[in-house]
């Protein structure tokens, strides 16, 4: 199947060669020449990847990065950046924003091509089943299970744990959470993600006052990361001698 190719890029002549040689190689390619509207258009085409400039006449590209992250449909979608932008700190800051790549122009069309491949050589279908700290959640039934003992979850307490349970280790700030699982169109406050966490808590967890799956950040929001809790830490030390 035609892979299909978003590219954000301000610059005519370079857009333009981008795309005459991308369709030549056999993608899809549309795109716009501005940032405005860049999320709703990669809504609107569902890419297999997207290549966007940082510099834009109207927007900043790690701000265009972010809301990509922020966006259920959009979050595992590769991002590679095509940027004058050469410091370490720039490259440092376009990947830990969530760029897959991170390409400093003038650049090889080759070079370019070769990396979008290996993107996509190395994509893999989103496992149905996540399995950690004892939970077991089926996307497909929206199902989920602690140590093999069914739980009734809500609806959106299921995308919550979804949406964490697929990035563990990665903290999450309480408006990041309110974009990814209820969506940027809603009327509610940061408390609605402390009592969704709260409940959650109350479900998953051994003891919702000693969180091991769950855990709050101070002062930013929260992680989804397995721990051993103290009595289990001597089990598994010994195990290992």
């Known amino acids: 199947m035609t892979k299909r190719i978003v590219l954000i890029e301000d610059d005519s002549d370079l857009f333009s060669l981008l795309k005459y040689n991308l369709e030549k190689e056999g993608f899809n390619l549309t795109g716009s020449q501005t940032g405005k509207g860049?999320?709703?258009?990669?809504?609107?085409?569902?890419?297999?990847?997207?290549?966007?400039?940082?510099?834009?006449?109207d927007s900043d590209g790690l701000d265009i990065c972010k809301g990509i992250r922020n966006d259920p449909?959009?979050?595992?979608?590769?991002?590679?950046?095509?940027?004058?932008?050469?410091?370490?700190?720039?490259?440092?800051?376009?990947?830990?924003?969530?760029?897959?790549?991170?390409?400093?122009?003038?650049?090889?069309?080759?070079e370019l091509i070769a990396r979008i491949k290996l993107q996509f050589r190395t994509q893999t279908?989103?496992?149905?089943?996540?399995?950690?700290?004892?939970?077991?959640?089926?996307?497909?039934?929206?199902?989920?299970?602690?140590?093999?003992?069914?739980?009734?979850?809500?609806?959106?307490?299921?995308?919550?744990?979804?949406?964490?349970?697929?990035?563990?280790?990665?903290?999450?700030?309480?408006?990041?959470?309110?974009?990814?699982?209820?969506?940027?169109?809603?009327?509610?406050t940061d408390r609605t993600v402390d009592v969704y966490v709260l409940r959650l808590r109350q479900k998953i967890e051994r003891d919702a006052t000693a969180p091991r799956l769950i855990h709050s950040v101070r002062g930013f929001g929260y992680s989804f990361e397995p721990r051993e809790s103290p009595q289990e830490a001597p089990v598994a030390a010994e195990a290992a001698v």
């Open 38 to 57: 860049a999320i709703d258009l990669c809504r609107r085409t569902r890419p297999d990847l997207i290549l966007l400039d940082i510099m834009l006449p």
């Open 125 to 188: 279908a989103p496992a149905r089943v996540l399995k950690a700290g004892g939970l077991e959640l089926d996307r497909s039934s929206c199902q989920v299970k602690l140590e093999n003992a069914p739980l009734a979850l809500t609806a959106t307490e299921f995308r919550l744990l979804e949406f964490l349970m697929t990035r563990p280790g990665v903290v999450f700030s309480r408006e990041q959470l309110l974009n990814a699982v209820w969506g940027q169109d809603r009327a509610i």
């Open 73 to 110: 449909e959009l979050a595992h979608t590769p991002v590679i950046f095509l940027t004058a932008r050469a410091s370490e700190t720039d490259r440092i800051v376009g990947l830990e924003l969530g760029a897959n790549d991170y390409i400093v122009k003038p650049f090889f069309i080759r």
